[in-house]
């Protein structure tokens, strides 16, 4: 794969640009600290002159125009405030964005919203049941603080409507001034399924035809990355989008991009890396065992099993490997929340180690997929008993 260096982020960013006057995709894998934001930051601040500027982003400082006022003083009319001052709300009032938003959002959540565009904030509201069977009532609760997590899937779908109307605007309206799109890690901690169903929904916005707008989108998330690519790939054969793995340069403290190659990443394979990153890291969450298992049922089909469990390596105490099966069996059908990530037990973060590891010795994964991670963090050794 071909390699080229550059001194500094700004360099970087102004040689992408170079790069989307011939390209509409650009897409940039790289674990988290290299420098995925601050690249995002300057290849829009190089679209700036004087209070012109030409990239709409979304990154880090996005969910920053965001920021709750919870009633204090009264603690029930809890809304969340837009900064009105930005680019990013451009419009807002003319524009009807609740109708605009509201399909996006009806993909990955329960809640409803209001946007009201005179006091510049957002109120939530969500439904709930009452009794049971034929006597069930639904009551509305208006005026509810969501999650954080389902705070920035909002933001983000408020995002993906302005991208909409960017794309349709005809040099007219108040989104004329995008000529760039970039997108940094849009969503943090999604399980296996939902990084594939927002990669699918974003791609298929994008590829959307007649669209002017060029596009590079940066991620730390190798399945997310992975599914890009594929919806990408005919982009790519026609020479419209390119692909690249982002590093930072130990010698010369500069910056690096590879090109991916053909495959970068098989969605096991993606979802394997993902997994030893965060095993490493210690940021483990229930959802990482429904990621393992799926990722042991494809091997096990692979190999001709019938079940996941031939997979798992056998100890001396527990030939059958009863024990690690069952911890699967159970710790990967809990009903884990998107939005609200639950960190595994300590114990249970032992258990989850040794089962990936022991999988990864055995099977002979390409060791270039695991370079760069985090060190591993000090768990203490497992006990019979766990619980989920």
Request: glycine fraction near 6%; charge should be negative.
């Amino acid at each position: 794969m071909s390699t080229t260096p550059f001194a500094d982020l700004n360099t970087l960013a102004t040689h992408l640009r170079r790069e989307l006057e011939t390209k509409k995709f650009i897409l940039l894998y790289a674990y988290n600290g290299t420098g995925k934001t601050r690249l995002s930051t300057a290849f829009k601040d190089l679209g700036k002159n004087g209070d012109e500027r030409d990239t709409l982003y979304f990154n880090a400082f996005t969910e920053d125009l965001f920021y709750w006022d919870n009633d204090l003083e009264n603690d029930r009319e809890r809304v969340l405030k837009i900064n009105k001052d930005s680019l990013f709300f451009a419009g807002l009032g003319e524009l009807e964005m609740d109708n605009r938003i509201r399909p996006l959002l009806d993909r990955y959540a329960d809640f409803d919203f209001k946007i009201d565009t005179s006091a510049w904030e957002v109120s939530f509201s969500r439904n709930i049941t009452i009794g049971e069977g034929e006597h069930a009532t639904t009551k509305t609760i208006d005026d509810i603080k969501v999650s954080r997590g389902e705070e920035n899937i909002f933001i983000w779908c408020f995002f993906l409507a302005i991208i909409e109307l960017a794309m349709d605007d005809d040099g007219t309206g108040p989104y004329k001034w995008v000529k760039y799109i970039y997108i940094d890690d849009p969503i943090s901690s999604l399980d296996e399924h939902n990084a594939i169903t927002v990669a699918n929904n974003l791609a298929h916005l994008l590829k959307k035809k007649g669209s002017h707008l060029k596009v590079v989108i940066s991620t730390h998330h190798t399945l997310f990355f992975n599914v890009l690519y594929n919806e990408f790939r005919d982009e790519s054969r026609n020479k419209k989008a390119s692909q690249y793995f982002l590093s930072r340069d130990k010698q010369s403290g500069g910056y690096i991009i590879r090109e991916t190659g053909e495959t970068p990443f098989f969605h096991h394979v993606a979802a394997l890396a993902e997994l030893y990153e965060a095993e490493r890291s210690g940021k483990l969450f229930t959802h990482h065992f429904n990621m393992l298992r799926s990722i042991l049922e494809k091997t096990a089909s692979f190999h001709g099993y019938r079940h996941f469990s031939a997979c798992i390596k056998k100890d001396a105490n527990d030939e059958d490997g009863l024990l690690h099966q069952r911890l699967i069996n159970i710790l990967s059908h809990g009903n884990y929340s998107l939005y609200e990530p639950q960190e595994m037990l300590e114990e249970n973060k032992s258990y989850f180690r040794k089962i990936l590891q022991d999988f990864i010795t055995r099977y002979p994964f390409n060791p270039m997929l695991f370079q760069s991670a985090p060190a591993p963090a000090t768990v203490p050794a497992p006990t019979p008993g766990a619980t989920s």
